[in-house]
């Protein structure tokens, strides 16, 4: 079981970027996949996290106007887009997948298995 996460870089204040989380060894449509963040010095954070009945959940609840979770089945992979990014938004991101047909959690605990993280850094 394997999470794969990419799509992070350097954009400027205001750009965008799409991060993806590919899957192998299971099938993803069957949990809920998270996505995480964690800047230097702070706890990792929940972002937002879509369930296997499709459902998505952001955290706050005001993330919803700039990112926007997906899942693309054919291909097992949950997409993170992100527009009008903002500095503070700088940080490692994180995909994790949850039990089977298992709740969004915004916690780190409700995950079983982790991606190896790909840095998103906003410059101002």
């Known amino acids: 079981v394997q999470l794969q996460a990419s799509g992070g870089g350097l954009v400027q204040t205001g750009g965008s970027l799409r991060l993806s989380c590919a899957a192998s060894?299971?099938?993803?449509?069957?949990?809920?996949i998270g996505w995480f963040r964690q800047a230097p010095g702070r706890e990792r954070e929940g972002v937002s996290c879509?369930?296997?009945?499709?459902?998505?959940?952001y955290w706050p609840e005001s993330m919803k106007g700039r990112f926007t979770i997906s899942r693309d089945n054919a291909k097992n992979t949950v997409y993170l887009q992100m527009n009008s990014l903002k500095p503070e938004d700088t940080a490692v991101y994180y995909c994790?997948?949850?039990?089977?047909?298992?709740?969004?959690?915004?916690?780190?605990?409700?995950?079983?298995?982790w991606g190896q993280g790909t840095q998103v850094t906003v410059s101002s």
């Open positions: 994790a997948a949850g039990g089977p047909f298992g709740p969004c959690s915004k916690a780190t605990t409700g995950y079983d298995y």
């Open positions: 060894g299971f099938t993803l449509y069957y949990y809920a």
């Open positions: 879509i369930s296997s009945s499709d459902g998505s959940t």
